[in-house]
């Protein structure tokens, strides 16, 4: 069966340092991958999205960026955290297009 | 892009009750799920309907697509019941799961 990693649960980090969240998806191959942030106030806002290895698609032009160097990995990063950037971030997985969404279950950040 | 609204916005219930969320679209969609999220953020998927109607004990969703609306029914409450629900729904040829801002639930002892 699969399965979703995303690690860690929760992350304290003062302004300006680095970032790197990382999810793994077992169980499958070729999925599409998603990043998603969830702020408070509850709406779900999609970041960044990935069809295949090295290929990412860009939703929301901000401070962040992600990767996917293998087949199953996904990693949101950031050179420089600001204060805006905190928040819930989730990952998650579906099988291809028009495919059941699966989550991680998410990293609460703080940034101070 | 595609719009997404659910409502109500916030719902309290007594445990035992029944209820009906509601999931409007602005345009025809290739699918739609319905998520709930605990009160601890895990995202659970509890149904892929593009259409028709499906059922899984307590809860059943049916999708009229040509209306462009879904909706979650929760019947019998449960205090585990309680959370935030939400709708996503892909427009045609869209790689993107867009989501509605939720129905938050609060079922009562």
């Known amino acids: 069966s699969q399965t979703i990693h995303q690690w860690p649960a929760t992350l304290v980090q003062p302004v300006g340092s680095p970032l790197s969240l990382e999810c793994t998806v077992e169980?499958?191959?070729?999925?599409?991958l998603y990043w998603y942030r969830q702020a408070a106030g509850r709406g779900l806002q999609l970041l960044f999205y990935?069809?295949?290895?090295?290929?990412i698609s860009s939703e929301v032009p901000q401070n962040l960026s992600a990767s996917r160097p293998q087949d199953r990995q996904f990693i949101l990063s950031s050179k420089k955290l600001l204060l805006s950037d905190s928040g819930f971030y989730l990952c998650?997985?579906?099988?291809?297009?028009?495919?059941?969404?699966?989550f991680g279950s998410g990293t609460q950040l703080s940034v101070l | 892009g595609i719009q997404v609204e659910q409502s109500p916005p916030d719902l309290i219930l007594q445990e035992g009750a029944n209820s009906t969320l509601r999931c409007n679209f602005s345009d025809s969609v290739n699918n739609l799920q319905w998520f709930h999220q605990n009160p601890w953020g895990q995202l659970i998927n509890l149904f892929y309907i593009p259409s028709g109607t499906k059922q899984n004990g307590r809860l059943s969703a049916t999708t009229v697509a040509t209306e462009r609306y879904s909706l979650l029914y929760i019947s019998s409450s449960q205090t585990t019941d309680s959370g935030v629900y939400f709708c996503?729904?892909?427009?045609?040829?869209?790689?993107?799961?867009?989501f509605g801002r939720g129905t938050s639930l609060i079922v009562h002892p």
């Open positions: 169980g499958t191959s070729n999925p599409n």
């Open positions: 998650a997985w579906s099988e291809g297009v028009d495919e059941k969404l699966f």
């Open positions: 990935s069809v295949g290895i090295g290929q």
């Open positions: 996503a729904v892909e427009a045609g040829g869209s790689y993107i799961p867009t």
